[in-house]
């Protein structure tokens, strides 16, 4: 191989880098979302105060890389779906499923939540900002069964009392359907 090809190669190597570090970034921000994945222990704390239970569904909407979906099939043996509209996610989300050992219990789809049926979800995941929260509330109050978990990390639902609440990590948990009142209620009723 010649200097010349082997320069080819290395501008290729780099575009071809360049590309995918731009959709990697690019396409969540477009949502208005960084793809920040929450720390393992943070994941844990919130599926335990869901109350997620073998054999359940939970879905992440936004799965990032997955490791939601990886944690929730190991450790609570739960079935788990991912949404995200990242391609670059979605594809890091699938890679990882297929190598952590949880084969069928994990399944990735590419698309926009919002766009996306919830009907048969036990436990929905959400790592995201209060910016979805007009639309997530009309969503997850028209198509969650009743008994079912909403858990936020980092941001609540400005109209619905939580049912559970973690504030050294800021997690939320909601039960379906949804009771009017805020964090404030909840804090106050705890008193
Ligand atoms: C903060 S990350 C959370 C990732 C993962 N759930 C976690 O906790 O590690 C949010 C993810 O949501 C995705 N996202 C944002 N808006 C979305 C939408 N409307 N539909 C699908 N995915 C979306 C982004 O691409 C990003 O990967």
Known sequence: MNMDTLKLILVALAALWMVYVLV??????????????????????????????????LIDLGCGDGRVLILAAKEFEAQAIGIDAGPVQVARAWINGLFSGVGTQIQVHWGNF????????????????SDYVPK??????????????????SFDFS??????????ELIFVYKMPPHAGDLGTFLLKRE
């Open 24 to 57: 990697d970034y690019l396409v969540p921000y477009f949502y208005g979302l960084p793809a920040k994945p929450t720390r393992h222990a943070r994941i844990r704390k919130a599926l335990k105060l869901a109350g997620l239970r073998p054999g359940e569904t």
């Open 114 to 129: 919002l766009k996306a049926d919830l009907p048969d979800a036990d436990v929905v995941f959400a790592y995201l900002t």
């Open 136 to 153: 997530l509330e009309a969503k997850l109050t028209s198509q969650l069964k009743p008994g079912a978990r909403v858990v936020t990390i």
């Open 159 to 168: 109209n619905w009392e939580p049912d559970a609440f973690d504030e050294d």
